[in-house]
């Protein structure tokens, strides 16, 4: 069973000229932290990163694996420099299935509509949150 989570992110006028998001489009990723700007969470590490993972289409398509639920849904990037810029996640669409206590799945489904930027440094990819609300980093993952 599929439900529907609604994961809009609002970046004025994202037209998908050429070169916007090229970087991110065909990539593959794996989640391995999550850095919040509170002191008192500090970061989250990742036990198994390949439990989370995240794959940027060149159609525009985005797949996700969370724990135990996969997902997808639209995706558009504005680059600002060859390795930043806004990002915006469509409807995504995800199964319902229940994962085991501790999983970072209902975290990772509450932040996805909050991420708006990326940046790639040193092989790694970074999508922050609004207002400081914290920092996914993501390593390359095969595809």
């Given amino acids: 069973m599929l ?12 037209a998908s000229l050429p070169g916007q998001g090229e970087t991110l489009a065909n990539s ?19 036990p198994d990163p390949a439990r989370y993972t ?20 639209s995706w558009q990037a504005e680059a600002a420099t060859p390795t930043s810029g ?21 975290r990772l489904a509450r932040d996805l509509p909050h991420v708006r930027g990326y940046l790639q440094k040193d092989g790694k990819l970074y999508l922050t949150l609004q207002a400081d609300g914290g920092i996914y980093e993501w390593a390359p993952a095969a595809p």
């Fill in 3 to 14: 439900r529907l989570t609604p994961v809009v992110l609002f970046l004025g006028a994202c």
């Fill in 28 to 46: 593959h990723w794996q989640l391995l932290s999550i850095q919040s700007m509170d002191d008192a969470q500090g970061t989250t590490r990742v």
């Fill in 54 to 73: 995240l794959s940027f289409g060149k159609d525009g398509r985005a797949s996700l694996r969370l724990d135990c639920n996969r997902g997808s849904g």
């Fill in 86 to 106: 806004r990002l915006s996640f469509g409807m995504l669409a995800t199964t319902r299935a229940m994962c085991m206590p501790g999983s970072l799945e209902p």
